[in-house]
């Protein structure tokens, strides 16, 4: 193997590696040894300079995203063998060869040991995002890959990285297809058909990490007045039609995320008139729905992104759910989730119980919720526990 920039941790450094923890931050380097450019594969030596981890290198906090704790040949084959593994895992949880489903994450970064790389499948299109310069400069040998593993299930590979790569890695990143035609963008989950814009909406068109929630938002509905907050493409929506609710409304700021949660509903229920949809503001919303609706679901975007901000971020989060808990009917239910990593399921709940008292209700947990098998955590990375949920009752 040609030889790498080596960087040298400080003593005790090594530690969270020796747990096979795959990030290196910039506070453990002692010194680094050769020239090194962000994006570079790089060695990891402890302070006595013996080899620890192979990774990425990155200009940050983390200096390093750990690919591999042996010393190994980066080379076609091991990325194909990392990429077989994650495709062998969805195959095994029944999600790769499904009729009734057609979308899942093939990859998830560091719970599939790819750290920096998103992929999501979508009826024959993937897309891939890259989240570290290294990914995006093997971005190639990662399509090739792609051809190999999935063979003729894969009609076209959907490259959208220009938003997620660091703003100052000075990378010419573009959006587009970089394999195949492109295609109709209609898939399937759990029987349901939606729409998934890759190319204009958010992430990578759809959040895939609801599947499981949104077939339990079905069992709970019911009979039930149902309201979608934050609506994005309204998968919440026709699954609550779906398990037969008596009427369900869909609300988001964006105009063009109504458009499509209303095509999304056309295409499973069309002409069904349970269903209304509003751009709205959430929390002005909210103040003018009281005892309209006796199950809300809130699933915002991610308020937190990064630690300095969490403490603002628990109170948007805070202030939110204190309002649907004071609108809420009697006997209703309330979804209620974060998507934000920073915030642990800890303080999730906390929040949850602290807006309960300000709600001046009474509450009771029914279920905790999580992201679901195709975005598997590393058991040495509990960071990658992101999506926290709860599913409660209140009197």
């Not at 923890?21 to 090194?36: N, Q």
């Not at 006595?48 to 390093?64: K, R, T, Y």
């Not at 609550?240 to 458009?259: N, T």
């Amino acid at each position: 193997m040609a030889k790498l920039p080596q960087l040298v941790l400080k003593a005790g450094k090594e530690q969270s590696l020796n747990r096979f923890h795959p990030w290196v931050f910039s506070g453990a380097i002692k010194k680094i040894k050769g020239e090194l450019m962000e994006g570079d594969f790089v060695e990891v030596l402890d302070s006595n300079e013996n080899f620890l981890a192979l990774g990425h290198s990155i200009i940050g906090s983390i200096s390093v995203r750990v690919l591999s704790f042996e010393q190994v040949e980066m080379d076609y084959d091991f990325w194909r063998n990392k990429i077989q593994k994650a495709y062998d895992l969805r195959k095994a949880i029944g999600l790769a060869e499904n009729e009734q489903t057609n979308a899942y994450r093939l990859v998830h970064g560091e719970g599939d040991y790819l750290p920096g790389l998103i992929i999501d499948y979508y009826n024959g299109t993937v897309v891939v995002q890259m989240h570290t310069v290294g990914m995006y400069r093997i971005q190639d040998v990662i399509v090739d890959v792609l051809k190999d593993v999935l063979g003729d299930k894969l009609k076209s590979v959907y490259a959208k990285s220009e938003g997620t790569l660091p703003y100052k890695a000075y990378v010419d990143a573009t959006n587009g297809y970089i394999y195949g035609d492109k295609p109709e963008k209609i898939a399937l989950e759990n029987g349901l058909k939606f729409h998934v814009d890759w190319e204009k909406g958010q992430k990578t068109g759809f959040f895939v990490d609801q599947r499981e929630n949104r077939s339990l938002i079905e069992r709970y509905s019911k009979g039930r007045k149902v309201l979608n907050m934050f609506c994005y493409t309204g998968g919440f929506s026709f699954y609550a039609m779906r398990g037969d609710a008596k009427l369900v409304h869909s609300v988001d700021s964006s105009e063009r995320a109504i458009q499509v949660t209303n095509d999304n509903v056309q295409l499973n229920f069309p002409g069904d008139e349970r269903h209304q949809a509003f751009a709205e503001d959430a929390f002005k919303y909210l103040g003018e729905t009281k005892d309209q609706y006796d199950l809300i679901i809130l699933d915002p975007p991610a308020f937190a992104k990064h630690q300095n901000v969490v403490k603002n971020a628990l109170q948007g989060y805070r202030r939110l759910n204190a309002k649907a808990m004071e609108q809420i009917q009697k006997g209703g239910i309330l979804f209620t989730f974060s998507c934000s990593q920073v915030i642990t399921k800890e303080q999730f709940r906390t929040m949850v119980f602290s807006a309960a008292a300000r709600a001046g209700r009474k509450v009771r947990i029914l279920q905790q919720l999580t992201q679901p098998a195709d975005h598997p955590v590393d058991i040495y990375h509990p960071e990658g526990e992101y999506l926290k949920g709860l599913v409660v009752y209140v009197d």
